[in-house]
């Protein structure tokens, strides 16, 4: 018998600083709904699927964001979200702005099943942007400011009938996100993201959003026979114009669902996670072919390192 998750890619327009929390929760139940409708059986919200995207605005002090951290998850305005999905029988994945009773602050992923119980969580690794103010930006992008990385690692987790992990929006720019995760097995990725379109240290990449978006994924996809499913909070947020091109892409690395619009939409794929090891047993059987041995600078260097310059002699 094959294992098909009927998987909704749940992609979210603009949310803006002044809108409360009970009106995002609708929004999501609406999706949630759409995807009830049409049988899925898990329905995937992009990172930080709560709020605004609040590291654009620096504060002096933390507390000046804290509205938008959830202290308990489900807490009081979410738990409507956990039982339309027992009620409705559909997973979901959430992103949201975490902070710890211990006061850490971690940009989180939330896996939920049928049953409206939560099966796995993930905290973002790679934290992109920068930790204090910079004026000369159009808008600042301070996740370095007000999350912290995550020492956890890449966990996966049995559900849906499959292996499942997650990534938060920069994760998926980085090759050893697919590969940790490959290599527990994954069958299943999901990676919410908020990206805007504007890049300040480099606008000659503003263009290539899309193209980096999808190339990223797909590479990640096919290298590790595993299903990925990207999802955006997209179109104009507070002024900043964010990627939308929320996709579902197979093991073979192709596309199979793409949203053509930026705003609250859902899109959908019967993801066959058995289709996964006719890569991962084959082209990508890292048992028989990888070579870690070869792979040492991966975990023991962090930056790259040039080789001497050699002198005119040709002698280095
Ligand atoms: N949310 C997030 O991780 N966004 C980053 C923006 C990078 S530019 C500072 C991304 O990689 O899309």
Known sequence: MSRVVHVGAAQLGPISADESRADVVERLIALLRDGATIGCDLVVFPELA?????????????????????????????????????????????????????????????????????????????????????????FQHLERRYFQESPEGFPVFRAFDGIVGMALCNDR?????????????????????????????????????GFHNHLVMQAGAYQNGTWIVGV??????????????????????QIVAQTITSGDVLVSARCDLDLCSRYKDTLFDFARYRRPEAYRLITERKGAIAPPQRNKQGAS
């Not at 605004?52 to 009081?76: A, I, N, Q, V």
């Not at 697919?178 to 069958?187: D, F, I, S």
Request: charged share 20%; glycine share 10%.
């Open 232 to 253: 955006a909070k997209g179109g104009i947020e507070e002024g900043v114009e964010s990627l939308s091109q929320t996709a579902i892409i197979s093991p073979s690395g």
């Open 173 to 209: 720019r980085w090759s050893e996100t697919y590969r940790v995760l490959g290599l527990q097995a994954a069958e299943l990725i999901l990676i919410g993201y908020n990206t805007p379109l504007h890049y300040a240290p480099d606008p000659d990449q503003n263009a290539l959003q």
């Open 50 to 138: 709560l709020t605004t995207f609040f590291p654009r605005w620096y504060t002096d002090s933390f507390d000046g964001h804290d509205h938008y951290y959830e202290r308990e998850m489900p807490g009081p305005q979410t738990q409507p979200l956990f039982d339309e999905a027992a009620r409705l029988n559909v997973g979901f994945c959430l992103g949201y702005a975490e902070l710890t009773p211990q006061g850490e602050r971690f940009n989180a992923y939330l896996l939920v099943d049928k049953r409206g119980v939560a099966v796995g969580k993930y905290r973002k690794v790679h934290i992109p942007g920068h930790d204090s103010d910079e004026p000369w930006r159009p």
